[in-house]
Structure formats: C-alpha cells, structure tokens
C-alpha cells in the first residue's frame, strides 16, 4: 500500500488552555505560508484519534504540542515518538487515546506513519486563557522558523 501523503502536520492542544494551545498557533503560522500549501496541515486540536484516517495515510507525521521536558518554559523541543515511548510520558484525549495510541491504530490499519517526529514547547501557564505566556510567545517565531525548516527538507527528498 502507498501513503496518499508523503507529510502531514498536526497540531495539538487546546486553545483555551494558554500555552497548552502552543501546537495550534505554530500551525496556523505555518498555514500562512504559500511554500507550504501542498503539505497537509492539521488541527487536531486534543482528539488526534479524530484523524486517525489522515494519519494512517501518511508516511511521515510531524506532530507540535506543549512539552514537559525540564529545560524551561518556551524551550524547543525535536524528538520521535519511540523517544517518547520509552519515557513513557503521553497524554490522553478524553476517549482515553494518546497519540502513540492512535499511531499504533493507524500503523495496524495501513503500516503509515513509518516516521514520526515531534515538536515540544515547554509551557509555562495551562489556565483558561486564550492568551500564550511571554516566554512561550517569544519560542513561537523560532519554532516555526524550524518546523518550516524540516518540512522543506522533508519535502524535497527523494
């Protein structure tokens, strides 16, 4: 079986959540730019099982949400999902399915993703509030500039 996409972009999170909707603004940044348009880019906001045909249909996934990862609010982040399944650090959606979960369906269904990557951002504030703290605000122009940067090379290999 053929993947129908080569990359797809998920963003995750939630948006009332303050920082935790940190996956869903670099998204949207990177759906401004027009170099991008041939790459589907996803809200999956915090049900990724939602899209679990998309992804199942895609060789690679590069999935963006808030990371703990101990180096400090508005660090960056680049990791692959077995990095993450070692640690054994994942979130639920409220159906009970992490994002490992829902590779593991998709990978069952289809053998896509064969490669995920993810991009963290250390949060600072998860309160309601539809705002991102300043150093997680102050990360969001790097980390697009980054994810921008794989997508390309991504993209242009063979």
Not at 5 to 26: A, E, F, N, Y
Not at 49 to 58: A, D, G, T
Not at 82 to 110: C, M, N, Q, Y
């Amino acid at each position: 079986m053929k993947p129908k996409s080569k990359l797809t972009v998920i963003g995750m999170g939630s948006l009332i959540k303050s920082d935790d909707g940190i996956g869903i603004q670099i998204l949207r940044k990177l759906k401004e730019n027009e170099e991008l348009k041939e790459v589907p880019l996803l809200e999956v906001g915090t049900s990724p099982m939602n899209y679990l045909e998309k992804i199942s249909n895609s060789k690679i996934i590069i999935g963006i949400d808030a990371v703990y990862g101990g180096e400090g609010p508005g660090s960056i982040y680049r990791f692959t999902l077995d990095e993450i399944e070692r640690k054994g650090e994942t979130r639920k959606d409220a159906h009970g399915f992490s994002l490992p979960d829902v590779i593991e369906l998709a990978r069952a269904r289809t053998g896509f993703p064969i490669e995920v990557i993810i991009y963290g951002i250390e949060p600072l504030d998860l309160s309601l509030n539809i705002q991102l703290s300043s150093p997680v605000k102050k990360a969001l122009p790097k980390a697009v500039t980054e994810i921008k940067k794989e997508i390309k090379q991504i993209s242009s290999a063979g």
